[in-house]
């Protein structure tokens, strides 16, 4: 079955980095478009950014343009977020996604 596992989230300082990572197993990765989504404490869950199958193109939420960029290696069946100049409100549980399968999330709390 699908199975996806989200892991990198923690606590940074506002304007600090992360990466998150998503391990995919039971499908064929290199088929499918991926994505990130974000759900902030007592808001909808959001669509972050997302990256076509051999990860020639890519589209980001016009609040993390130019700060997030989404990516994957096939080889490893897994898709990256690497998220630089964090701001308070980019706090959220952040969840990869494919084939309508969600991962458990990952947290991040960017505060000082």
């Known amino acids: 079955q699908v199975q996806l596992v989200e892991s990198g989230g923690g606590l940074v300082q506002p304007g600090g980095s992360l990466r998150l990572s998503c391990a995919a197993s039971g499908f064929t990765f290199s088929s499918y478009a991926m994505s990130w989504y974000r759900q902030a404490p007592g808001k909808e869950r959001e669509l972050v950014a997302t990256i076509t199958a051999f990860g020639r193109a890519t589209n980001y939420a016009d609040s993390v343009k130019g700060r997030f960029t989404i990516s994957r290696d096939n080889a490893k069946k897994t898709l990256y977020l690497q998220m630089n100049s964090l701001k308070p409100e980019d706090t959220a549980v952040y969840y990869c996604?494919?084939?309508?399968?969600w991962g458990q999330g990952t947290l991040v709390t960017v505060s000082s």
């Open positions: 996604n494919a084939l309508g399968v």
